[in-house]
Every structure is written in structure tokens, then in C-alpha cells.
């Protein structure tokens, strides 16, 4: 698939990743956070295998693939969503959003040394612009910047474990379709939150009852389209163009968050906010690589007239 259909895809998955964060916000304030997250995740595995099925797509993994799917599944699923869950209890959301925006810059450090991808100054200037975008559009909240906390080190370490699979799963796509890959990873990820969820909410599940059709509609949008189709989207992208190209996309799903939460939360979007999301774009544009992968056509198509 072309590079620049994929960046269109990406696009698209951050626009729907950024609605969704409204409604799990929605979701976690009715139900235990622990218990209904490892649900909804491990339904979405459930729809990936179907999907999957449909594809023809389904195999048994190698003995040297279950290495990916064991530490892809833990640093993806089990270990960013539990730390997450976990600093936002502590912290200011302010404080999150600045770190999460350093998802793309940490993916793009890790991978230079493992997986040989090299930084040049175009995509260098991506990234830059990214982190002032995303500075931008977290400050525009108007609550201004905490004191650091456990809270922050939490937040860190969730996006660092996230960063982390990224790596894994750019290196396990040489073998593995990272789509069938994604299943494996969503359930087991979410089976090892289920028992961390028996022990933190040992009443998670007895509460699940009470829930109005609205939110069970909400949790079957998000599993289905955000969380399965989402997912295996990502992690598509992961292995056909690297896992620094792909990350710098996610500045563009806080942009998207904003939007779906005044839309539907109504929350109010600033200046500073649309003046974030010019710097993401151009971020995006750059980081990505997009605009030398123009420039390089650019040229062939002069060279051969």
C-alpha cells in the first residue's frame, strides 16, 4: 500500500481514537475503571479473531513469535492502560497530556538504536513542532502546569511502555502480520488485566448490570471500531512504514480528543487550542515523513520528463 494512503488511514484512526476518549471517559465514571477496561479490550480482541477469520488470516504463531506477543501484549495493553489508569488518579490532566505528548519523540529514540531507523533534520523538526503543538493544546485548558508528582512518573512509564511496543512490533511484523498480531496481544493483554482487575476491584463484575443502553452502546463502538479496527489499523501502519513514522501521528488523536470532548462534553476549545493543532499538523507533516516522500516523487517525476 502506498505510504501516503497509510498516512491517510493513520489520520483517520486519530480522529476516531480522539472521539473514543470521550467514551471511555463516559464508560469508566459508571463502571469500575480495572474491570470494564479489561472487558472492553478483550472483547475487542474477540472482534479482531473474527475479523481475522473472515480474512483467513488466522494462525498459530511461531515458537519465537510468542516472545513478541508476550511482551507486546504486557507493555501495550496490560502495563500502559494499568499505569494510566493509575497516574491520572494522581495527577493533573494537564500534566498528562504534556507527558503523553512525548509519546512520538520517545518511539522515534528508541528506534534508532533498535531498529536502525535514522533521524534526519526534516523529520527532527516534525517532532519539534509536535511537542509545541501539544504544549499548546494542553495549556490552552486555562488550569496551567503542576508541580511534578508520583502521578507524572506514572504517566511517564505508561507512555514509555507504550513507546516500547511500538519497537516490538515493528520488529515481530518481518514475520508476523501485525494485524493477527494485534488479536493476540489485545487478549492476552487483557487477560492479565482481568486478574490484576479481580484484585483491585474484587466487586468489578457483579456491578456490571446496572449499565443504561447508551453506555453498553458506547463500550460496543469503543471495543468494536476504536479499540479492534483501530488497533489493527495502527499496528498495520506500524509495520509498513516504522514505528517513529507512525507515532508522530498520535499528537494528532489529542487535537481529536478536544474536539469529541466539547462536542460531546462541553468543553470549550480556546485559541491556543486551534494554534496547537496548526503546529501538529505541520508536525505530522514533517515527522512522518510525508513531506520528503512528496519532495522524492517530486524529483523522480522531474529526472524522468
Same mark, same amino acid.
Given at each position: ?149 508520583? !502521578? ?136 512522518? !515523513? ?16
Amino acid at each position: 500500500m502506498n505510504n501516503l494512503k497509510i498516512y491517510v488511514i493513520l489520520t483517520v484512526v486519530m480522529m476516531i481514537w480522539g472521539m473514543n476518549v470521550s467514551a471511555v471517559k463516559m464508560i469508566v465514571e459508571h463502571f469500575p475503571p480495572m474491570t470494564i477496561n479489561s472487558l472492553r479490550v478483550f472483547t475487542a480482541g474477540i472482534v479482531v479473531f473474527i475479523l481475522l477469520g473472515m480474512m483467513k488470516k488466522i494462525r498459530k504463531p511461531a515458537k519465537e513469535e510468542y516472545v513478541f506477543i508476550f511482551f507486546g501484549g504486557l507493555l501495550n495493553v496490560t502495563c500502559h492502560h494499568l499505569f494510566l489508569s493509575i497516574g491520572l488518579a494522581r495527577t493533573s490532566a494537564v500534566n498528562s497530556g504534556l507527558i503523553l505528548g512525548m509519546g512520538p519523540l520517545l518511539t522515534a529514540l528508541l528506534a534508532i538504536p533498535f531498529v536502525g531507523k535514522r533521524m534526519t533534520i526534516v523529520k527532527g523538526m516534525g517532532f519539534i513542532l509536535g511537542g509545541i503543538g501539544i504544549t499548546l493544546t494542553v495549556l490552552g485548558g486555562g488550569k496551567g502546569l503542576s508541580g511534578m508528582n508520583l !502521578g507524572d512518573f506514572y504517566i511517564f512509564i505508561s507512555i514509555l511502555a507504550q513507546a516500547g511496543s511500538f519497537i516490538i512490533i515493528s520488529k515481530a511484523a518481518k514475520s508476523m502480520d501485525p494485524r493477527l498480531l494485534t488479536g493476540y496481544m489485545l487478549i492476552f493483554g487483557s487477560a492479565v488485566s482481568m486478574l490484576i482487575g479481580f484484585w483491585q476491584e474484587p466487586e468489578g463484575l457483579s456491578t456490571l448490570g446496572g449499565g443504561s443502553t447508551l453506555l453498553w452502546l458506547l463500550f460496543a463502538g469503543s471495543a468494536v471500531i476504536a479499540t479492534a479496527a483501530g488497533h489493527m489499523l495502527y499496528n498495520y501502519a506500524v509495520g509498513m512504514v516504522g514505528p517513529a513514522e507512525t507515532s508522530i501521528f498520535l499528537n494528532l488523536s489529542t487535537f481529536f480528543s478536544l474536539i469529541g470532548a466539547a462536542l460531546f462534553l462541553g468543553e470549550t476549545i480556546t485559541f491556543a487550542h486551534l494554534s496547537g493543532m496548526v503546529f501538529i499538523i505541520g508536525g505530522v507533516i514533517l515527522g512522518s !515523513g510525508a513531506l520528503e516522500e512528496l519532495m522524492l516523487k517530486r524529483r523522480i517525476r522531474k529526472q524522468a520528463a
